[in-house]
DNA sequence: GTGTTTACTTTTTTT
DNA sequence: AAGTAAACAC
């Protein structure tokens, strides 16, 4: 053994950490150090001359995974070529990938994500005659994720949108692309209908892992079951459940202990993360719901200071609230800019807070969002990667086959797709059809431009499939579609829009650059580097969290922890959001784990604020505060006078509303 | 085939 | 308030 595990865990952890053969059922209360376990255990099978190609991990975000091979890699001091640790979706792909042929796709394949998605069940309704305006692409979306996931059955009322869903099918076959649904439904298929597939990957993986295991969906448990033998260890915690409107049921936890009678169940229950108050104040709030575990999280650490409540007068003040105690408290606690989370329930919280660290010069990184990957330049340059990749992507290809214009307009386009559906083929495959004839359909130009564009996809094929140097070719690509002659073109009035895109697509470069050079990585294919970024999207691009505050959804916040939390937004219809409980009344208990998540992630002082006012859509509206905040035992708390001018009849009202609330 | 204006709605959370 | 999509005009 290369170091001393008794000391560095206590009981508990260490009897997880050793226990590495049969089936272990972790439950890791709030804090208790599971990252330390599941990183300390798997260095311990290292230690045990266990090869790194039989250790599997799976994890949900690709920010964890990444965390955890790193300190795996701290721990051991190895290098680790061999060992699995992945997201449930980028193990699928390599599974996919391994095994395309088995699954009527070719190793090639685009993964589409929401955006691509939508515009393929759009384009596919168009064909099939639906009615644009009555056609909600989000809704259906949604449905066919539920259909294929198994949420949901067709029912009559869903039961028009069936040969659609048939058709949306077809498509992604047709196109050679699959789904982040098929990512994980694909392996399960594989792994049905050829055993001798399974028997290979069983015999390569003899250990796996699952962290969040409370929120595994029914298919990824399925995976996961179809994978694990015997030595398989679960960690998770009922009370963090919070992703159930992706499918994840952590009713999966009692099926595990139902799969696995003899497993062994170890329970983490000492906090080390968080102060007293900040448990205490957790514990009044997740003690409101009925459906859970029994556990007791206790903490070893001081009682430290109250959680602080704050009721600014909209947004605005919120914002400048959290800037101003984020600059105080930094240097009176001699803190670092990232000791600071500022959590929200939805992303489209964040822009006045964005604001007021831009005033107040607090660098800051906001994950998830719109992320960098969503903006438009550089979609553009993507698609145009995607389809160098798989030219059969139809739904990349019309993205860019007029972007910049190439005189390819609407005319052209609805003949070339009329032809592409007349053969059932893609419309890559019409485009050269066609040009093999002479481009007989179409005016000369038409015809010269089509082939031109062809003629372009096939160079970059050849170049960019083989060989080093990603980065340059891209460069050197949007240098020849003059992409920035484009963006000068679309944004004439506005200059420095334009600039501020070429800029972006300079960072992409960029990190196309620092991706190949990382010695980590050892596939460094257009595919990879495609299915990553796919797979990366909402995950934040930048490795530079260093330095700056971090301001993210509660469901971003999952696994971390910062010395100082905000709780922003924490307003009735926000936490529990609106749209939540009118799906369903349950959906309560979801949102105050969610709150439950929010509240301990904080290690030794908490605000929570909750605006009066706040604007949205244009307009402004009265808010009340979360019910949540009433379940926080009201010793723990101190609540923070906001000094409001008297002088209106507004102010008055909030301050008896303060009153009504609080009794204070 | 392309550019401009007008109407319209508005995403909870993410791989 | 802002961004998109569709209608309209050139």
Not at 50 to 54: E, K, R, V
Not at 212 to 217: G, K, L, M, P, Y
Not at 269 to 274: I, L
Not at 346 to 350: D, F, P, V
């Given at each position: 053994m290369s170091f001393d595990y008794q000391s560095k865990l206590n009981a508990a952890q260490y009897e997880a950490v050793t226990t590495i053969a049969g089936p272990v059922l972790i439950i890791a209360g709030?804090?208790?150090?599971k990252t330390r376990v599941i990183t300390h255990r798997m260095a311990y099978m290292l230690d045990s001359g266990?090869?790194?190609?039989?250790i599997l991990a799976l994890t949900f975000t690709n920010k964890a995974a990444r965390e955890m091979s790193q300190r795996v890699k701290d721990l051991?001091?190895?290098?680790?070529?061999?060992?699995t640790v992945s997201t449930f979706h980028s193990f699928g792909v390599k599974i996919i990938r391994e095994n395309a042929r088995l699954l009527s796709r070719r190793d090639n394949f685009s993964i589409y994500d929401e955006g691509d998605k939508a515009q393929l069940i759009k384009e596919t309704a168009m064909e099939m005659g639906f009615n644009a305006n009555t056609l909600d692409v989000y809704e259906i979306s949604n449905l066919f994720s539920a259909i294929k996931t198994g949420m949901k059955e067709w029912q009559s009322s869903s039961d028009r949108y069936r040969t659609l869903f048939d058709e949306y099918q077809k498509g992604l076959q047709l196109y050679n692309a699959v789904d982040f649904d098929d990512l994980i439904l694909f392996p399960i298929k594989l792994f049905r209908e050829n055993p001798e597939v399974l028997e290979r990957y069983r015999n390569r993986f003899r250990y796996v892992m699952v962290d969040?295991?409370?929120?595994?969906?029914m298919q990824q448990y399925e995976f996961m079951r179809f994978l694990a033998e015997k030595n398989i260890c679960v960690v998770g915690d009922?009370?963090?459940?919070?992703y159930s409107w992706r499918?994840?049921?952590?009713?999966n936890i009692r099926k595990f202990e139902r799969d696995f009678p003899d497993l062994k169940e170890i329970k983490l229950?000492?906090?080390?993360?968080?102060t007293g108050t900040i448990l205490a104040a957790a514990n009044g709030v997740i003690?409101?719901?009925?459906n859970r575990k029994k556990k007791s999280l206790w903490s070893?650490?001081?009682?430290?200071k109250p959680v602080e409540i704050f009721m600014p007068e909209d947004e605005k003040k919120e914002a400048e609230f959290i800037a101003e105690m984020i600059q105080t408290i930094r240097i009176r606690e001699k803190l670092?800019?990232?000791d600071f989370g500022v959590l929200i329930r939805?992303?489209?919280?964040?822009r006045a807070i964005e604001e007021a660290f831009l005033d107040s010069n607090i660098p800051y990184t906001m994950s998830g969002?719109?992320?960098?990957?969503?903006r438009k330049e550089i979609k553009d340059i993507i698609s145009y990667l995607r389809v160098i990749a798989n030219p059969d992507d139809d739904i990349n290809l019309l993205r860019i086959i007029n972007t910049p214009r190439r005189g390819l307009g609407r005319k052209t386009i609805s003949e070339i797709s009329a032809a592409a559906d007349a053969q059932n083929c893609s419309i890559w495959t019409a485009i050269n059809s066609i040009n093999d004839r002479n481009?007989?359909?179409?005016q000369e130009k038409s015809g010269d431009n089509l082939s031109e564009f062809a003629d372009f996809i096939r160079s970059r094929r050849s170049e960019m499939?083989?060989?080093?140097?990603l980065a340059n070719k891209v460069r050197k690509m949007v240098e020849d579609i003059d992409y920035w002659s484009y963006l000068v073109q679309e944004y004439q009035k506005n200059e420095k829009a334009a600039r501020y895109k070429f800029l972006n697509i300079e960072n992409l470069i960029a990190s196309i650059s620092v991706w190949e050079k990382d010695?980590?990585?050892?596939?460094?294919s257009l595919y990879d580097y495609l299915n990553r970024i796919t797979l990366m999207s909402?995950?934040?691009?930048?490795?530079?969290?260093?330095g700056k505050v971090n301001l993210m959804t509660i469901h971003a916040a999952k696994g971390l922890e910062f010395p100082v939390v905000f709780i922003a937004g924490a307003e009735d219809g926000i936490i529990p959001h609106a749209r939540s409980i009118e799906e369903g009344e349950g959906n309560i208990e979801e949102e105050r784990r969610l709150f439950y998540v929010a509240i301990t992630r904080a290690q030794s002082k908490l605000f929570i604020s909750s605006c009066m006012k706040r604007r949205k859509a244009g307009n402004e509206i009265e808010c009340t505060p979360s019910?949540?905040?009433?379940?926080?035992?009201?010793?723990?708390v101190e609540h923070h006078e906001?000094?409001?001018?008297?002088?209106t009849s507004e102010a008055i009202d909030i301050l008896a509303k303060m009153k009504a609330r609080f009794g204070s």
């Open positions: 709030a804090g208790s150090g266990i090869p790194q190609a039989q051991t001091g190895k290098k680790l070529q061999a060992l969040e295991f409370q929120d595994t969906s009922d009370d963090q459940s919070i499918g994840a049921d952590f009713e229950e000492q906090n080390y993360r968080s003690s409101h719901n009925t070893g650490n001081d009682s430290g670092n800019f990232s939805t992303n489209n919280l964040n969002g719109t992320s960098f990957f969503q481009g007989m359909l179409f499939l083989s060989g080093k140097d010695p980590d990585n050892f596939d460094k909402r995950d934040s691009l930048e490795d530079e969290y260093s019910p949540f905040l009433s379940e926080i035992p009201e010793n723990l906001p000094a409001p001018q008297l002088e």
